[in-house]
């Protein structure tokens, strides 16, 4: 992706984007699911049976509505750009933004899908969701990743119109970057501060559902274009 390795890698803690995982040790469970992906299997072959004797039109028609219901995506409200030391900072103002104050669906980089390379998690984040967040602490700018990010995410905003206002800067209540240490083009705009007493005002003037409802749309008519284009 043109760059090397960064400090940064998410993929130790990182889960399926939108998706939870458990475990249940229970035994019985186990065999329960053995018998279901079973059915599923079965399931499956029976699909693809039926779809094999269909003509190529309708069958490539069959497949894409099979991969759509597999998997949707979702266009998030947020996304959280941290240092790796702040993932569960990061965590943690993701929960009271979607928790107290109804901001939600979002995400921290942390979660993003494992295995593909830190700059394309990097733009599936940011172009898929409606504002991106700073979480400036006093570990984002040790890590040169995280200053490749805001850099990435200020030109983002600034070459894409309805991107314009999406970077959101963040000093949370631990270990917040001091205002004098903040490099100069996040001072040049005003960032969430979570101690002060208008932070709930801040987070209801900036998170509005109708800036949400335009990117979102905007987003979903890029998507078809890209998918037509692909098609042809």
Do not use: M, Y
């Given at each position: 992706m043109g760059?090397?390795?960064?400090?940064?890698?998410?993929?130790?803690?990182?889960?399926?984007?939108?998706?939870?995982q458990?475990?249940?040790p229970s035994q019985s469970h186990?065999?329960?699911?053995?018998?279901?992906?079973?059915?599923?299997?079965?399931?499956?072959?029976?699909v693809c049976s039926s779809t094999a004797e269909m003509p190529a039109g309708e069958q490539e028609g069959v497949e894409e509505r099979l991969e759509e219901d597999t998997e949707e995506e979702v266009f998030l409200k947020f996304v959280i750009l941290h240092a790796e030391e702040d993932t569960g900072e990061a965590l943690r103002v993701q929960s009271l933004l979607e928790?107290?104050?109804?901001?939600?669906?979002g995400i921290i980089f942390a979660e993003m899908?494992?295995?593909r390379q830190h700059l394309q998690n990097l733009d599936d984040a940011v172009n898929g969701s409606a504002w991106t967040i700073l979480l400036l602490t006093e570990n984002f700018l040790r890590d040169t990743w995280c200053k490749f990010q805001f850099y990435s995410s200020l030109m983002n905003?600034?070459?894409?119109?309805?991107?314009y206002n999406s970077v959101i800067p963040m000093r949370p209540l631990n270990k917040p970057l001091p205002r004098e240490r903040t490099p100069f083009a996040l001072r040049t705009i005003n960032?969430?501060?979570?101690?002060?007493?208008?932070?709930?005002t801040q987070v209801e003037r900036i998170f509005q559902e109708s800036v949400y409802r335009i990117q979102q749309a905007?987003?979903?008519?890029?998507?078809?274009?890209v998918q037509r284009q692909s098609v042809a």
């Open positions: 760059i090397g390795k960064s400090k940064t890698d998410p993929c130790h803690l990182s889960v399926p984007w939108g998706k939870s458990s475990v249940d186990h065999t329960l699911d053995s018998k279901q992906s079973e059915d599923i299997c079965l399931r499956g072959d029976a928790n107290d104050f109804g901001i939600k669906p899908p494992c295995g905003s600034v070459n894409r119109q309805h991107k960032a969430l501060e979570e101690e002060s007493r208008g932070f709930p905007i987003w979903k008519e890029t998507r078809n274009t």
